[in-house]
């Protein structure tokens, strides 16, 4: 297990961030993601406090353009040079038509997740399975692949379960899951099999009951381009015992406004018109997330949990 350079852990957490240029200049067909600018120089301004970062897919958004990639490893070359930078796969790094993934889309432009696999040498147990976990601190980390089948008879599947199962909570008292799709989403996204409701459902049907029966403390996701946080939840109804959701997937690309007219029940906080980034910072008892405003580097929403 990693020990923490200091008395609590403190981990920057984002997703969907992509880069940008100064100059404005526009080398892909995705364009940029120019709001990644004030997150990266948000993450260097609490880099000497900092352990670790977590980015939850959405990665460079080369979709094909290995210039792209160099791009954004230029922009975070102070991070990921310092401190471990881990990730987690999205769609625009694996998803493409008959490669044996959960969509048929084509949101990677054909990179199928090989330079992703190639520039992020994760501990991963074999090649296109990019699910893991690990111990940093007091917490042990687990993340998934949602562009890859989840259902029970599925080798991801059968790893989540195993793995959750073996971690020893008195050694990492906290317990954190991550995906890029959210298993929770405020959302009118429901035409598609990929759009954020049906994917969320199937999360819901296949994982939750995992995530309830080995206890997860918080859940993290990306994808739809906005922040928010539930209360702990299980099958969509708040409770003492559930998991608490946070989406983090305001990092830089464009923000996503097609949110429900009416929140859902187990929604605690909203916020779909600024992008930032996540802190969260831990000892063996108490837990704080908290969400930070690119714009005015200060804190809009706060989570503590304590054991």
Same mark, same amino acid.
């Given at each position: 297990? =990693?020990?923490?350079?200091? #008395?609590?852990?403190?981990? #920057?957490?984002?997703?969907?961030?992509?880069?940008?240029? *100064?100059?404005?200049?526009?080398?892909?067909?995705?364009?940029?993601?120019? @709001?990644?600018?004030?997150?990266?120089?948000? !993450?260097?301004?609490?880099?000497?406090?900092?352990?670790?970062? !977590?980015? &939850?897919?959405? &990665?460079?958004?080369?979709?094909?353009?290995?210039? %792209?990639?160099?791009?954004?490893?230029? +922009? %975070?070359?102070?991070?990921?040079?310092?401190?471990? /930078?881990? %990730? =987690? &796969? $999205?769609?625009?790094?694996?998803?493409?038509?008959?490669?044996?993934?959960?969509?048929? %889309?084509?949101?990677?432009?054909?990179?199928?997740?090989?330079?992703?696999?190639?520039?992020?040498?994760? @501990?991963?147990?074999? @090649?296109?399975?990019?699910?893991?976990?690990?111990?940093?601190?007091?917490?042990?980390?687990?993340?998934?692949?949602?562009?890859?089948?989840?259902?029970?008879?599925?080798? +991801?599947?059968?790893?989540?379960?195993?793995?959750?199962?073996?971690?020893?909570?008195?050694?990492?008292?906290?317990?954190?899951?991550?995906?890029?799709?959210?298993?929770?989403?405020?959302?009118?996204?429901?035409?598609?099999?990929?759009?954020?409701?049906?994917?969320?459902?199937?999360?819901?049907?296949? #994982?939750?009951? !995992?995530?309830?029966? /080995?206890?997860?403390?918080?859940? #993290?996701?990306?994808?739809?381009?906005?922040?928010?946080?539930?209360? @702990?939840?299980?099958?969509? *109804? =708040?409770?003492?015992?559930?998991?608490?959701?946070?989406?983090?997937?305001?990092?830089?690309?464009?923000?996503?406004?097609?949110?429900?007219?009416?929140?859902?029940?187990? !929604?605690?906080?909203?916020?779909?018109?600024?992008?930032?980034?996540?802190?969260?910072?831990?000892?063996?008892?108490?837990?704080?997330?908290?969400?930070?405003?690119?714009?005015? $580097?200060? *804190?809009?929403?706060?989570?503590?949990?304590?054991?």
């Amino acid at each position: 297990m =990693c020990v923490c350079v200091h #008395l609590s852990c403190l981990f #920057l957490v984002l997703a969907d961030m992509g880069s940008g240029q *100064v100059d404005d200049s526009v080398q892909s067909t995705d364009g940029q993601q120019q @709001p990644s600018l004030n997150t990266t120089r948000l !993450l260097d301004k609490y880099l000497p406090e900092t352990d670790l970062v !977590l980015h &939850i897919g959405d &990665i460079s958004y080369a979709n094909g353009y290995s210039s %792209v990639w160099e791009e954004f490893f230029d +922009q %975070v070359q102070s991070v990921a040079s310092s401190v471990p /930078y881990m %990730v =987690c &796969i $999205g769609n625009h790094e694996r998803d493409y038509p008959n490669t044996n993934g959960l969509f048929n %889309v084509t949101d990677s432009a054909g990179e199928c997740g090989v330079p992703y696999e190639n520039r992020f040498a994760m @501990p991963t147990p074999a @090649p296109d399975q990019p699910w893991y976990g690990f111990d940093y601190g007091s917490a042990h980390f687990v993340l998934m692949s949602t562009e890859h089948f989840f259902d029970p008879t599925s080798p +991801q599947y059968q790893f989540l379960d195993a793995h959750l199962k073996s971690v020893d909570r008195s050694r990492t008292p906290w317990l954190i899951f991550a995906g890029h799709r959210p298993m929770y989403v405020d959302s009118t996204g429901d035409k598609h099999s990929d759009s954020q409701q049906p994917v969320a459902k199937l999360l819901r049907t296949y #994982l939750e009951p !995992l995530l309830h029966e /080995y206890k997860v403390d918080l859940a #993290l996701w990306g994808h739809h381009h906005l922040y928010h946080r539930s209360c @702990p939840v299980y099958q969509e *109804v =708040c409770l003492d015992q559930g998991t608490v959701h946070v989406l983090v997937a305001m990092g830089g690309h464009d923000l996503s406004d097609n949110v429900e007219s009416s929140n859902p029940a187990w !929604l605690e906080y909203l916020d779909y018109k600024h992008w930032g980034m996540t802190r969260l910072t831990m000892n063996s008892t108490t837990l704080l997330f908290e969400y930070i405003h690119n714009d005015d $580097g200060m *804190v809009h929403d706060k989570l503590v949990l304590t054991k």
